[in-house]
């Protein structure tokens, strides 16, 4: 009988430890030892001589659309495409149909879930002015990763804009919160600028940065009261990012590799309405100041921000057309692209996708290689030059704005609890994706969703 499960042999670690040669040893899901395992034999062995290995992939906001939005992407399409891209694990959004508000609708996805998803998962609960004395016991049900709140519109109808009523979200739990931050009043004034332009671009002036930094300002000036902190997703403006950054005590902030990408006007020019997201991609001061947040350590995570439309939807006239873009399969590529062009160290990567989802929301078992955490690994070939091909990416929409984009360095393998759920652009095996567990959930014996056995946790 072999002493390990799995080997992966003869690459370099990169982990909360710093980056050096070791081999890593699995057994019975977790890392069993990091070190020379040369000679040791195990059941299955990968060589991983010239590839990088990496605490398996966070991406901390995803929209998979199921239930009600199928024809976009479901769980099962979702979670392929991640693990395509060398993500492990995902933090799936509440906007669907119908939206995640309430113990059943939770419930329900995690049901969905089961034999479906190919990686770990967990899901946000929305806020909505009718669930909010309900919402510090949903933000502890095993398999949420806490409450989501949209201070302005975006996708779906989830919405909870005024002071008053942000406050008692706010104070209706104690884990952090996840925030679209856009000032909702400043929405509508506006959005009659967007349907006389008609064109893509407009969605700048609609959606300005005014409009993100008001809401930010609002966001953190109300949790500072509430002494709860907050999570502001898909930062997207230079005035923002330096705002947050005095604010590091109770906020914490995510950017998308699509703002970090992207920039004015040349993505409206080339994409249309294809580039069109909330908050919107801004020109290129802005895109930097969001690098120098990188830099500086400011942002936290990166979400992808996944949020697909078919492509009829999103070739409807502006402002008709949705907002949103593909990314969870794309986050890895791009983000490896730029450690090449040597925008962010490969460390600071690993702490943007792996180390901060398991610090900020409380990860267990998550988020480094280290001996007796879960054998998640992501493969990465930091040499690897590729395309991005439409046939590679596995999302039902079946369009990114990163096709034929060409990169340097590419997710080679995925790894989950030490099983090989990818390989060279392969899916292999079974869906074996799992809620994931935080430490501020309840235990499920407590809420009376089954015993932590009968989930195999
Ligand atoms: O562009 C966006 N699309 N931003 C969001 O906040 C939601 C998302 C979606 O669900 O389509």
Not at 188 to 214: S, T
Request: glycine share 10%; proline share 6%.
């Amino acid at each position: 009988m072999s002493a390990f499960d799995l080997i992966v042999r003869g690459g370099t670690c990169v982990s909360h430890d710093g980056i050096g040669p070791a081999d890593i040893a699995v057994r019975d899901g977790r890392i069993a030892g990091i070190g020379d395992y040369g000679r040791a034999s195990a059941a299955t062995v990968i060589d991983a001589v010239g590839l990088h290995l990496l605490p398996g992939a966070i991406d901390t906001q995803v929209h998979f659309r199921e239930p009600g939005g199928e024809p976009k992407e479901d769980l099962e399409s979702g979670s392929r495409a991640a693990v395509l891209g060398g993500i492990t694990a995902v933090f799936e959004m509440p906007n669907t149909t119908p939206p995640t508000t309430t113990p059943a609708a939770l419930a329900d996805k995690l049901a969905r879930a089961r034999g479906r998803m190919w990686c770990e998962h967990a899901f946000f609960v929305g806020a909505t002015p009718g669930n909010i004395v309900e919402l510090a016991a949903l933000e502890r049900l095993p398999g949420c990763c806490g409450v989501k709140l949209f201070m302005g519109s975006s996708t779906g109808d989830l919405l909870v804009s005024g002071d008053a009523e942000v406050a008692t979200v706010l104070r209706s739990g104690t884990r952090r919160i996840a925030v679209h931050a856009e000032d909702e009043d400043r929405l509508r004034e506006r959005r009659p600028l967007a349907v006389a332009a008609a064109y893509p671009a407009a969605h700048l002036e609609w959606r300005d940065e005014e409009a993100a930094l008001r809401a930010t300002r609002r966001l953190v000036a109300l949790a500072r009261v509430a002494g709860r902190r907050v999570h502001v997703l898909h930062v997207s403006s230079a005035a923002e990012m330096e705002y947050l950054a005095a604010w590091k005590d109770i906020a914490s902030v995510e950017v998308t590799p699509q703002h970090l990408t992207l920039s004015a006007p040349e993505c409206y020019a080339e994409h249309g309405t294809f580039a069109q997201m909330n908050p919107p991609i801004r020109d290129a001061s802005h895109r930097d100041r969001l690098w120098q947040g990188v830099r500086e350590g400011v942002v936290d995570v990166l979400g992808s921000d996944h949020a697909p439309h078919t492509r009829a939807e999103k070739a409807k006239p502006y402002p008709s057309s949705p907002s949103g873009m593909p990314g969870v399969q794309t986050l890895l590529p791009l983000m490896l692209d730029h450690v090449n062009a040597g925008r962010l160290s490969l460390l600071r990567l690993m702490d943007l996708v792996c180390a901060g989802p398991a610090r900020l929301f409380g990860l267990i078992g998550k988020g480094r290689l280290a001996v007796g955490y879960d054998a998640d690994i992501t493969v990465v070939d930091l040499r690897a030059r590729r395309t991005i091909a439409a046939a590679w990416l596995a999302s039902r929409c079946g369009w990114s704005p990163f096709i034929d984009t060409a990169v340097t360095g590419w997710p080679t393998a995925t790894i989950i609890r030490g099983q090989v759920v990818m390989r060279e652009g392969e899916v292999l095996g079974q869906a074996i994706g799992r809620p994931l567990r935080f430490q501020e959930t309840l235990a499920p014996s407590i809420t009376g969703h089954g015993r932590a056995a009968d989930k195999g946790w």
